[in-house]
């Protein structure tokens, strides 16, 4: 993890949206390749990640937008989710890299498969990581491409269900505590004290049969 990428002060609550779903679909996409690591000592001002996200791609070597990028085209220039080929945000743990899609306004990726780290990261900074199989993923791309402007997908975490532009609801699993966390806009630290007391009530039964383990150490 880079050092200037700190979480945020407050998480961003999610329960459901609809939005265009932008087709990213090559396999392997690593967090370099996502956030190249020159912008991460910067990564603390404003709109820098947003700047670098896919920086190899989206510009040209002039700098210029390249435009057969799809991030660069309309509508998905407007997407909130992204659909992603196998094994997204594989390669180091940087969580530069959902930071910067969190920051071009991405809510929602969808895949067969993520890196690990990459995916519970999604959950700690305001995105939903959706695994579906993978010809149901290619499915909906290749209905995005057909569709444009039409291609609006509903995902509800709540029921934790994707409603494709054809009308299909989709299924998908999500760990309980981090889309605990993303459904109440809670940080590790908060969702622990929403147990305060559930951990005060184990802390005095747990005295009686240990209590050297919570002696305090004595003063010189």
């Known amino acids: 993890m880079c050092a200037n990428c700190r979480a945020e002060p407050d998480m961003e609550k999610f329960s459901s949206i609809r ?3 932008a087709p990213l679909m090559q396999i392997n996409i690593d967090t370099d390749q996502m956030i190249p690591s020159r912008f991460l ?35 998905f220039s407007e997407a909130t989710i992204l659909l992603a080929g196998r094994n997204f945000g594989c390669g180091s ?37 959706v695994i579906l199989p993978e010809p149901t993923v290619e499915a909906m791309a290749a209905d995005a491409m057909a569709r444009g402007a039409d ?11 994707v409603t494709t ?30 147990m305060r007391q559930d951990i005060d009530a184990f802390r005095g039964r747990d005295t009686g049969g240990r209590p050297w383990a919570y002696a305090l150490p004595r003063a010189n």
């Open 151 to 161: 291609a609006l997908i509903d995902v509800d975490l709540e029921r934790n269900t």
């Open 93 to 129: 743990s940087r969580e530069g890299a959902p930071k910067a899609l969190r920051q071009w306004g991405m809510r929602v990726i969808i895949a067969a498969s993520f890196g690990d780290i990459f995916y519970g990261n999604c959950f700690r900074n305001g995105m939903v990581p």
């Open 19 to 21: 939005g265009y779903a």
């Open 165 to 194: 532009a054809r009308g299909e609801v989709l299924s998908f699993p999500s760990p309980a505590r981090l889309r605990a966390m993303l459904l109440g806009g809670l940080d590790e630290i908060d969702l622990t004290l929403t």
């Open 41 to 75: 000592p910067r990564a603390h001002e404003p709109g820098v990640l947003k700047e670098g996200l896919f920086s190899e791609w989206k510009t040209r070597p002039d700098g210029t937008p390249n435009p057969d990028f799809i991030l660069n085209r309309a509508p």
